[in-house]
């Protein structure tokens, strides 16, 4: 009786709701510890951030025009699939070098800080929205809104959970989000875009990219249509080079120098505030 | 159509002599007047008789670092050691010694800047002490402001102004600053740095610990010292967004926080629903107000074609009832351009519009022969891409385009690197929300325009800036929430 063969995975990248290859034709040769098990992770270059881009912004503003309790259960609904799919992600956990337990410990976290997130989906907006006591017979109001499409690099040392703390308050928060992944880990989060993708996120909300970090920070930092610019790590010149890139066109800058993501403190409604614009609006009193 | 003005207006002058101006002003380090280390002077004129007021100390890198060391000190040894409770009634105090000096401010803000006396009167000191008054209160309470989570404050904050409003965002600055526990090293612009000083010896009477304000003065190379000391932990800046994207680059890679509030230009949208002599109002209010150096000026006006005739022509004759002159009568609507440099700005821009093919038309008002002074303008037959809706003026001009559709107005009115502020003008409650929804700009005015208060945030999206002023948005860009 012949042996069967294993069905492999190609990693691609996610795009627009859909999995294209990288535009550039590069690859990135990944091993496990062992090199028992070899993948080819695309090599993503600046043009394929660039369609994302342009992605993320057709996407936008679908997606902060939504009703938040709509958001919300999206979000929720990707709780669930992830919840689904432990098997898939267990098993790339530990071929990324996580014991059981750990891998166990980086999918429960993952999960639940989506459903914290869809928690608090339809709830920022109140916390932090106010009726202002203008000495004026106006009536005054402010509230958060989204900043429109996030550019952001993610932790380097975890494969899933800091990809999915990014990601959740941005979108929380009515933006889209172009990401790149983790380099030294990258398999986890082209699964966890196959979550997405049937989760009823709307194609374009979340585009996950993976290749040099070196490469495509330039790219990620200096884009004159990105609003926000997150960077996850510790490294200073990184750090201010995404900072002198920001100026180009203002982006609001985000540095989160996290080592551990699975603290629970790293969880927060500011976060999501981080990626918001502030809009007050005036309309007289009267007859 | 006549171009003789209606009334004619008997001079009502707002006296100047009860005011105390010194010939000479130092710098205010350490809760002293004193002379620059190198002893420089430059002088401050009034713009709209080019007469020299006073003379003010130039801060140097030497000077930068007196100031920024006393409020280190002040910072470590007092302030962020004091009861915020305490704290909070030294910031009444400021506000309360501003309003009862509000009138002789007044008159000094009008001769130093040009703007007419009645807005300083009304609108730059009575809110500048309301912004005083307003974070006082917050001093011990900011525990209400950010649930969940400890204010503590940044430390020394350096604090650029423009001469736009000079009480009025020394105040914004200040107040936020102090209220949450934080020392500041503020700079004037350096053409309007009069007010600044005198709010120098309030703060001396309201006997605040020394160095907790310090106040420097100088133009831009001054401005540069201070971004980039390495004992400042944040710079609050307001002027340009060239000067803004300076001082991100400038301050990348330091750990010193930033916020900033750059230029607009402001779409001023009238929908054939709107209440027409309101709007046209409103119009004049959001292009003249300040001699049109505003931030958030409403400089693009978008007008439904179904009106577009009737409001231009009614703007038109309301335009030819302003009156500029002399900034210290009562009755003047427009006072003079802040400085020179000012001028030449507004006028290249008018030279470029008109190249540009647009149709200019401007009031019949005569000008003073001394000062710097320019008539209210407005072009029509402009397009998006003319440079004069694209960029920020700073002046008494007006652009203006026509338009058919909700969507085509949004879309042009967001076509803009900038997102200060908008106008929407109309009768219809849904038509409102969905418009002041889809601007992208920090500031939305329905049925009304330039209105401000301290409890209200204010700030820019895209290139109009980071972080907001007003209200407890503005607090928390002097904290850090732990």
């Known amino acids: 009786m012949s042996q069967r063969i294993d069905i492999q995975k190609t990693y691609k990248l996610f795009i627009g709701g859909k999995f294209p290859r990288t535009e550039s034709g590069r690859y990135i040769k990944w091993t496990d510890k062992n090199e028992t098990t070899v993948v080819n992770i695309c090599r993503g270059s ?29 979000l929720y609904r990707v709780g669930e699939m992830l919840e689904g799919r432990r098997e898939q992600f267990m098993a790339e956990l530990t071929l990324q070098g996580l014991t059981n337990k750990q891998a166990k410990n980086e999918i429960n976290q993952s999960i639940d800080r989506f459903i914290y997130y869809a928690g608090w989906a339809d709830k920022f907006q109140q916390v932090f929205s106010r009726v202002n006591p203008v000495s004026l017979p106006y009536f005054n109001f402010t509230l958060p809104e989204a900043t429109g499409v996030v550019a952001a690099i993610a932790p380097d040392d975890t494969s899933l959970l800091g990809l999915v703390s990014i990601i959740a308050p941005v979108i929380a928060g009515g933006n889209s989000i172009v990401i790149l992944a983790s380099e030294s880990l990258p398999l986890s989060s082209i699964s966890f875009a196959e979550v997405l993708h049937t989760s009823d996120v709307p194609g374009g909300v979340i585009n996950i990219l993976t290749g040099y970090r070196s490469e495509l920070i330039e790219h990620f930092s200096s884009h004159m249509d990105v609003n926000a610019i997150i960077y996850c790590g510790h490294n200073t010149d ?10 180009l066109n203002v982006k609001h800058v985000i540095q989160f120098p996290i080592q551990d993501w699975s603290n629970d403190k790293h969880q927060s409604p500011y976060h999501i505030l981080k990626c918001q614009e502030t809009k007050t609006t005036w309309h007289p009193i009267g007859f | 159509m006549t ?5 004619d207006y008997s001079p009502a002058p707002e006296s100047t002599d009860h005011i105390q101006l010194k010939d000479q002003y130092d710098l205010f380090i350490n809760g002293k007047f004193i002379p620059a280390v190198d002893g420089k002077y430059f002088d401050t004129i009034n713009p709209s008789n080019e007469k020299k007021i006073a003379e003010v100390a130039e801060s140097g890198k030497a000077d930068i670092e007196k100031a920024v060391a006393s409020a280190r000190k002040a910072y470590e040894k007092t302030w962020s050691k004091m009861h915020p409770k305490e704290r909070g009634k030294y910031i009444f105090r400021i ?11 007044s008159v000094i803000e009008t001769m130093d800047g040009g703007k007419p006396i009645r807005e300083s009167r009304d609108v730059d000191v009575p809110l500048a002490a309301a912004h005083f008054f307003y974070h006082a209160g917050w001093a011990d309470k900011l525990e209400y402001a950010f649930p969940g989570r400890v204010a503590e404050p940044l430390g020394v904050v350096g604090q650029i102004i423009p001469w736009n409003f000079p009480l009025l965002m020394a105040a914004w600055k200040l107040a936020p600053a102090l209220a949450t526990g934080n020392t500041i090293v503020l700079k004037p612009a350096e053409t309007t740095p009069l007010t600044a000083m005198k709010l120098a010896e309030i703060i001396q009477e309201a006997d605040l ?19 980039n000391h390495g004992d400042i932990n944040k710079i609050a800046f307001t002027g340009s967004t060239d000067v803004g994207k300076y001082i991100m680059k400038s301050v990348a890679g330091s750990g010193k926080k930033y916020t900033l509030e750059l230029g607009g230009k402001a779409a001023n949208i009238i929908f054939e629903d709107a209440p027409i002599d309101q709007a046209v109002e409103g119009i004049i209010n959001a292009i003249f107000f300040n001699q049109g150096h505003v931030c958030c000026a409403g400089s693009r006006l978008y007008v439904q074609e179904g009106v577009a005739g009737e409001v231009i022509t009614k703007l038109q004759k309301r335009m030819e009832s302003l009156i500029v002159g002399d900034p210290l009568d009562k009755n003047t609507d ?55 809706i694209q960029e920020e003026i700073f002046g008494p001009v007006l652009a203006i385009q026509t338009f058919r559709t909700v969507d085509e107005v949004i879309t042009k009115a967001n076509n803009s690197p900038y997102g200060l502020s908008g106008g929407v003008w109309t009768d219809k409650g849904s038509k409102i929300f969905k418009v002041t929804q889809d601007i992208r700009a920090g500031v939305i005015w329905a049925n009304t325009f330039n209105k401000f208060d301290p409890s209200s945030p204010f700030g820019g999206y895209k290139e109009s800036g980071v972080g907001s002023e007003g209200g407890i948005e503005g607090l928390s860009g002097y904290v850090n929430l732990v």
Not at chain 1, 51 to 73: F, I, L, P
Not at chain 2, 96 to 101: F, H, I, M
Not at chain 2, 341 to 367: F, H, N, R, W
């Open chain 2, 3 to 7: 171009k003789k003005q209606i009334w």
């Open chain 1, 238 to 247: 990184d750090q201010k080079l995404v900072e002198i890139n920001a100026a």
């Open chain 2, 209 to 227: 610990p020394p160095g907790v304000v310090n106040i420097v003065n100088g133009a831009g190379e001054t401005g540069k010292f201070l971004v």
């Open chain 2, 95 to 105: 506000a309360r010694l501003l309003q009862e000096r509000a009138r002789e401010f």
């Open chain 1, 46 to 74: 600046r043009k394929d951030f660039r369609n994302a881009m342009v992605s993320a912004r057709s996407a936008s503003g679908g997606w902060s025009s939504r009703t938040a309790y709509n958001r919300a259960q999206i």
């Open chain 2, 334 to 388: 427009i006072g003079a351009i802040n400085s020179k440099m000012q001028l030449d700005k507004i006028k290249t821009y008018v030279k470029l519009g008109k190249e540009e093919g647009g149709t200019i038309y401007q009031t019949a008002c005569s000008l003073p022969k001394k000062g710097y002074w320019f008539v209210p303008t407005i072009f029509t037959d402009v397009s998006q891409s003319n440079r004069i």
